[in-house]
Structures are given as structure tokens and as C-alpha cells.
């Protein structure tokens, strides 16, 4: 009578021990993860370009960015995109591509362009905050274009960002953002590293071979939803305790179910010893 009282009551002691130690509270978990490279560049890209001045309809920049971007343009951009923005064979007209775009281009590094031929790849910055604020207020003052999209993730909708995020963009970016080849030598990057704003760009402007996606297909709403719902996927939370890597549910599951039946049986046959010497 005593000793299967006594076993299940070990049992439940193991278990519960096990369980605490796979448990950890939320705050015990976020040093390391803010510590991370990747995430650490995520909010310092984006809280750069939240200092731009508010973007609307009609661009309201004072007008002396506008010719001290023209400056920088005429030193680094001028080659490829022509006096005034106009274009050469080498780069594309930027008359009318918006502030958005030129941001997007500045702030993930892919412009100045190095090679004319291929995709062009996210670097660091090669201009200052102020630097591309300039440069993007030049672009902008070429031609009405894409604004820089608000964005306020406190209002989105994690659960609606990923069903339309699964939609719409896993297809070449991944289930879970890492990225993916796509024809002809073409690439979706990993979303792993690019900032809120960045994001928010990337979808109104469409770069490279990356569809536009406009009001009429998100709504400004829609729009917070997907980018809180990348920025999730880059340092996603994880209730149950231990990521254990992310190798998979089942594989976890199995890890788990293993180690604790080990450690039970073992402290199992402990108690048995000791009753028996008794
Ligand atoms: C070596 C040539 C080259 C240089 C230098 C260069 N660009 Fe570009 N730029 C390109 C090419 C080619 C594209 C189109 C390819 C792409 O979108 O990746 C492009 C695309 C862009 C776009 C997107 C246009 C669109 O239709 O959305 C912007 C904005 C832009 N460049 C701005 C700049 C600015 C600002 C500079 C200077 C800091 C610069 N570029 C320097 C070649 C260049
Ligand atoms: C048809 C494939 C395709 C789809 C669908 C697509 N993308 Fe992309 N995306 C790309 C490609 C290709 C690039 C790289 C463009 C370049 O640099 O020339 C890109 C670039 C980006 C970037 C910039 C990443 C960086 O490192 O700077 C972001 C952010 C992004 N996409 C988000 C999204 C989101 C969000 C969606 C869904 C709403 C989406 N994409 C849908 C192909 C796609």
C-alpha cells in the first residue's frame, strides 16, 4: 500500500521538477535573444528612418534637403541615373519612384549600386541618417511617387499578418522568412535582419522582382499586420520554454517525451533500492 502511494508521489515530484526546469519565465529569455546580431540591426535600421520628417501625400521636406541631396546624387548616383534623375542604360528613370523607394534603397545599402548586372544585395548603409534623408528628399522632389509608409505595429494584428503573410509572401520568402531562389538567378532574401519601415517600403515598392502591393490590395492596416508579423518571425517567443533549435515539433516532442521517462525511471529505481536495504 505504501510503496505505489510513495511511487506516485515521486513521480509527480519528477515530473514536476522536469517541468520546472523546461519552464522559464519570459524575462529570463530576452537577454539573449536582444543580444543577437540579427535582431540587434532590426530596430536600429528602423528607428533611423522613423526620424525622417513624417512622409504624406505631396512630400513635405524643407527644401534645403532637397539641394543638399542634390549634391550627394550628382557625386554617387549621377553616373547610372543621369543629370536630374532621368536614367541612362545603366540605371533605371527615378522620376516618380517616391520617397519609399529611394529609402528602401538607401537604407538596406543596395544603392549605390556596385555592379550594373545581377540583383543588387542588402549591405550596410553607405550614407549617414542624414545623408540618405537628403538623398531621399532629392529623389522625392523628381517626381510624385510612393510616400514612406507609417507604420504602427502596436495596432496590427499578429494573426491576420501571418495568414496574409503565408498568402502572399512565403511563397518565395519562406514559411518562416529565410529566404529562397526563385528563376533565372534570382533570389528572395532572408527577412531575418531588415527593419519595420523597411519592410513596410519593400511591400508598396516592389523591388527587383518582387510584385507591388498596393492600397487596393493591403490596406494601411493590413500593412502594420505583415510587418508586426515578420518582425515576430525574426525573434519569434517561445511559451513552451526552450527552443530546443527549432527543429521541429515532433522532434522536440520526442526529446522531451525520452529524457523525461529516462529521468523518472532512474529516480524510480532509486527509491526501490533504498526501500529494499532497508
Ligand atoms: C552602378 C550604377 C548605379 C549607381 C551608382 C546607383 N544606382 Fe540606383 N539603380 C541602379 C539599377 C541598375 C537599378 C535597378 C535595379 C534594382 O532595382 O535593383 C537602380 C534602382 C534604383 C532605385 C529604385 C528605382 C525603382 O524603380 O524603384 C532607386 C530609388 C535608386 N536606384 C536610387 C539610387 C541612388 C539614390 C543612388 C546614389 C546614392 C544610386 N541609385 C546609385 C543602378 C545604380
Ligand atoms: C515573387 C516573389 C516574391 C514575393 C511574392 C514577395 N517577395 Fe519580397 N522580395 C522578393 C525579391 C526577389 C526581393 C529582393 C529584391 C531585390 O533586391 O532586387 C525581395 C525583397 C524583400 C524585402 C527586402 C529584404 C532585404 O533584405 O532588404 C522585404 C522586406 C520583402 N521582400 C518582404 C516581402 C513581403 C512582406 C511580401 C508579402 C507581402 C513579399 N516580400 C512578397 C521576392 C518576393
Not at 166 to 181: F, M
Not at 224 to 246: H, K, W
Amino acid at each position: 500500500m505504501r510503496r505505489p502511494a510513495l511511487l506516485a508521489g515521486a513521480s509527480v515530484v519528477a515530473l514536476t521538477a522536469i517541468g520546472m526546469l523546461l519552464w522559464q519565465p519570459a524575462q529570463a529569455q530576452s537577454p539573449p535573444t536582444t543580444s543577437s546580431s540579427t535582431t540587434a540591426a532590426a530596430p536600429a535600421s528602423s528607428s533611423t528612418s522613423s526620424t525622417l520628417p513624417p512622409a504624406g501625400e505631396g512630400i513635405g521636406y524643407p527644401d534645403d534637403y532637397a539641394a543638399i541631396g542634390q549634391q550627394y546624387f550628382d557625386t554617387g548616383c549621377v553616373s547610372c541615373h543621369g543629370q536630374g534623375g532621368v536614367g541612362t542604360a545603366d540605371g533605371p528613370s527615378l522620376i516618380g519612384v517616391g520617397a519609399a523607394a529611394a529609402d528602401f534603397m538607401l537604407q538596406t545599402g543596395r544603392m549605390p549600386l556596385a555592379d550594373p548586372q545581377g540583383q543588387s544585395p542588402s549591405k550596410p548603409p553607405a550614407y549617414s541618417p542624414q545623408e540618405i534623408q537628403a538623398l531621399v528628399a532629392y529623389v522625392a522632389s523628381l517626381g510624385e511617387g510612393t510616400p514612406i509608409p507609417r507604420v504602427d505595429v502596436d495596432a496590427a494584428d499578429l494573426v491576420e499578418g501571418g495568414e496574409l503573410f503565408r498568402a502572399n509572401c512565403a511563397a518565395c520568402h519562406g514559411a518562416a522568412a529565410v529566404g529562397g531562389a526563385l528563376s533565372h538567378g534570382s533570389y528572395a532574401p532572408s527577412l531575418h535582419s531588415v527593419g519595420e519601415v523597411q519592410i513596410a517600403e519593400a511591400v508598396r515598392v516592389g523591388p527587383g522582382q518582387m510584385p507591388v502591393f498596393d492600397e487596393d490590395t493591403f490596406t494601411d492596416e493590413q500593412l502594420n499586420s505583415i510587418v508586426a508579423y515578420v518582425t515576430y518571425l525574426q525573434d519569434p517567443a517561445d511559451p513552451g520554454g526552450f527552443s530546443l533549435g527549432r527543429i521541429g515539433p515532433v522532434a522536440e516532442g520526442y526529446l522531451i517525451w525520452v529524457l523525461g521517462i529516462s529521468v523518472v525511471l532512474v529516480f524510480v529505481r532509486w527509491i526501490t533500492r533504498r526501500r529494499t536495504h532497508d
